[in-house]
């Protein structure tokens, strides 16, 4: 990694200051990326194909929430104020949070529901809701 940072670094500070190295640093985290799976991926015997089929749910979920948050921005338009720029990030956590989540669990339900984060999440919340007796039908 040092390697490639180094002289990345180096010469875009040069180059264009501190902008530049940041981009050095970020430029040489995307290269060494795919190494360092593929390192990590042989070394713990993981396939590609079983890791997507991990994460595909929460990046589309992620995906979705920012396309939403970022849409919903810009058809805000600009702000002049910070009241604007409140609106922007309380509604913006909302929504986003209100999109990942719906996403997130249809994802899951078209992926077959099965065992794992969500599963965990929804048996406390009816194990609560059992406990003060009020659980949704058929639970």
């Given at each position: 990694y040092l390697l490639l940072m180094v002289p990345l670094v180096a010469t875009l500070t040069l180059k264009h200051g501190?902008?530049?190295?940041?981009w050095g640093f970020l430029a040489a985290g995307l290269?060494?990326?795919?190494i360092n799976y593929a390192l990590l991926f042989r070394e713990i015997g993981l396939s590609?194909?079983?890791y997507v089929s991990r994460v595909w749910r929460p990046l589309s979920a992620t995906a979705a929430m920012y396309a939403t948050v970022a849409g919903g921005i810009t058809m805000m338009g600009p702000a002049e104020q910070v009241?604007?720029?409140m609106l922007r990030l309380v509604g913006g956590t909302v929504v986003g949070a209100a999109v990942y989540f719906a996403v997130l669990l249809g994802t899951w339900k078209l992926a077959?529901?099965?065992s794992g984060a969500e599963s965990t999440l929804l048996g406390?919340?009816?194990e609560r809701l059992r406990r003060?007796?009020?659980?949704?039908a058929g639970s």
């Open positions: 501190l902008v530049g190295a940041a290269i060494m990326l795919p590609v194909s079983r009241q604007g720029w077959g529901s099965p406390a919340i009816r003060r007796g009020r659980a949704p």
